[in-house]
């Protein structure tokens, strides 16, 4: 997490988005954003997320989604939102919010994609 939070000091400036919250949406706090370093996101559609120490990211399809993983790296924008650049030249940002009682990603376009529970949730 260390290395989160002084990636999170020096990335500098990141643009983001304007983000489509709904009520009860609550934007994850800068200690709750370092805690997801090294967790693996899982998506309902079993899509998982990975943000790294040093600000590596990677994005492993599902099966049914054709597989295989995107690679990148990504920065945390003063707002919260997480802007990830891709090797492949795409860039987003998404932000993570609680939402009745879910971690919830929100992407630029404000299409919302719960994350599912870990066991431990």
């Known amino acids: 997490m260390r290395y989160l939070l002084i990636f999170l000091l020096v990335a500098g400036p990141v643009t983001a988005a304007e983000w ?3 009520d009860g949406d ?10 997801l370093e090294g967790r693996v996101l899982t998506f309902y559609d079993d899509g998982q997320s ?31 939102s997480i802007c990830t650049d891709f090797r492949n030249g795409f860039r987003r940002c998404d932000l993570f919010v609680h939402s009745s009682g879910r971690l919830v990603l929100i992407n630029e376009k404000g299409e919302r994609y719960p994350v599912r529970p870990e066991p431990n949730d």
């Open 20 to 22: 489509a919250l709904r």
């Open 50 to 80: 990975l943000y790294s120490a040093g600000g590596a990211y990677s994005y492993t399809y599902a099966a049914d989604n054709g597989g295989g993983t995107a690679f990148g790296t990504f920065a945390v924008a003063a707002d919260g």
């Open 26 to 35: 609550v934007p994850l706090t800068q200690a709750e954003l370092g805690a």
